[in-house]
């Protein structure tokens, strides 16, 4: 029994390492989104041939501009309808795919185009998004870069403000 256990253990620690196989890199950005608001990344990055590399991330962007809506509420002292204001700041999720081509590589620095597309929630209506942008990269050591990237899309059935949204990040990567 205790041979058993063993060998299950360890076929379940052989099969989660090897979910993360093709996986290289394991990054986290913030930033500013221009005129909007601020952003968050956390996403995967993973290499292919030529230097070239694709990204799966989730993105949380919030506005820094407090948008106006109205309820309707029943007063029930004198059964009338009023209305109330309320103010709230825009919040989307959103899930991502990025396909990144090499533009130049140095020893330690490479440059990077990237385009790709977005889709995700506001809390309210699907939103979707082509993406293109750049991306810098400079490795500090073996498996810790610093990342510099660009990101411009219009974002279809997002509050209007913000649906043209350019925004610069400043993350890390870790090498998993």
Request: with cysteine; glycine share 10%; proline share 2%.
């Amino acid at each position: 029994m205790k041979n058993l256990i063993f060998l299950s253990t360890f076929m379940l620690i052989y099969n989660l390492g090897l979910c993360q196989d093709g996986f290289t890199f394991f990054q986290l950005k913030g930033g500013y989104v221009h005129k909007e608001g601020m952003s968050l990344n956390i996403g995967f990055d993973f290499s292919k041939k030529y230097y070239s590399a694709y990204e799966l991330t989730g993105t949380y962007m919030q506005s820094f501009a407090k948008e106006v809506s109205y309820e309707t509420v029943f007063n029930e002292a004198d059964s009338s309808y009023t209305q109330r204001e309320l103010k709230h700041s825009y919040k989307n999720l959103l899930v991502g795919f990025q396909y990144k081509p090499i533009m130049f590589r140095e020893k330690n620095t490479a440059m990077k185009f990237r385009f790709g597309g977005y889709m995700g929630t506001d809390f309210d209506k699907f939103i979707i998004s082509p993406n293109v942008g750049l991306e810098l990269v400079h490795s500090l050591g073996k498996g810790f870069d610093l990342t510099l990237s660009n990101n411009n899309g219009y974002y279809f059935w997002a509050s209007k403000p913000t649906r043209w949204r350019n925004s610069i990040e400043l993350g890390f990567r870790l090498g998993l």
